[in-house]
């Protein structure tokens, strides 16, 4: 099973203000057909809605909602939910219960919010009651960003409250790459996604190895960060990363170690979907383990 927990499809016409630009120039084409090839070589792709009252931007919860039942079997919506809104519970229920979304994006830095706002911890409470895991989005590309909002040591607070709650830092916490590594070992329910890592080599191979010194690698889930990468992309940057140790006496990381981020069973890790052994991996070329 092959699952890429981070893509996200926006409309920049209309689902975008002007303090969040940047990201969709960074971006080019994020629309559903070239989602819909891009996450073809993966078994099952997670679609992040998003929301910040703080940028006066969207990407509508409906919007995602719509474009997964059309292709229930290959796609999962998290809803975008933003906490200092007055009616996020409202949004909330809305999501779980009439769009099916099954998981919840926010993003402390680009929602003005510190993660254990008391706003923000009546949310995680509500997703602990429902089932829903929380992706934190730690996306900086805006200048508008609260990077004082985005180190993943302010989670820290958040997983000993909420023990269950399903949590997933994305792009391992960068900058904060080893805080990242250690609520990984220190919370049970803790994961990073390694989305949007892979083409700067040298950081992701340091970000790996750290993570299989600390035998936290069981916990990092594989994304592409899709629109900015595709996915066969990151999982060609991914097996050849042990490149950059060649001729070296650098230490390379074990090939069963990064086939393990490529193809961990991540919704049945989050409690979306239970495991099914049935379930085999795709065997296209990219993804043939040559050991």
Known sequence: MIVDCHTQIWDPTTHFGPAAAAMVEQAGEADVNRHLQA???????????????????????????????????????????????????????????ELQLKGVTVSPPMQNCHPADSRAMRLYEACVQRGLPVLFEQNHRSPAAKLEFGRPLLLDEVAREFPELRIIISHMGFPWIEETIV???????????????????????????????????????????FPYRAPTECIEDLYSINQISHGT?????????LR????RNTLALLGIERSNPQVTNRKSGIFVDDE
């Open 249 to 257: 006496n650098l230490r390379a990381i074990p090939r069963a170690q």
């Open 183 to 225: 609520l990984l070992g220190k919370h049970a329910h803790v994961y990073a996604d390694v989305a949007g890592l892979h083409q700067r080599q040298w950081q992701t191979y340091n970000a790996l190895l750290l993570a299989w010194e600390y035998g936290v690698m069981d916990k990092l889930l594989f994304g592409s960060d």
């Open 260 to 263: 393990g981020i490529v193809e």
């Open 39 to 97: 996450v073809d070589a993966v078994d099952r792709a997670i679609v992040l809605a998003f929301k910040s009252r703080y940028l006066g931007s969207e990407i509508p919860n409906e919007f995602v909602a719509q474009y997964v039942r059309r292709n229930s079997a290959k796609l999962v919506g998290f809803a975008g939910v933003d906490p200092t809104e007055r009616d996020w519970l409202d949004d909330l229920r809305i999501a779980q219960e």
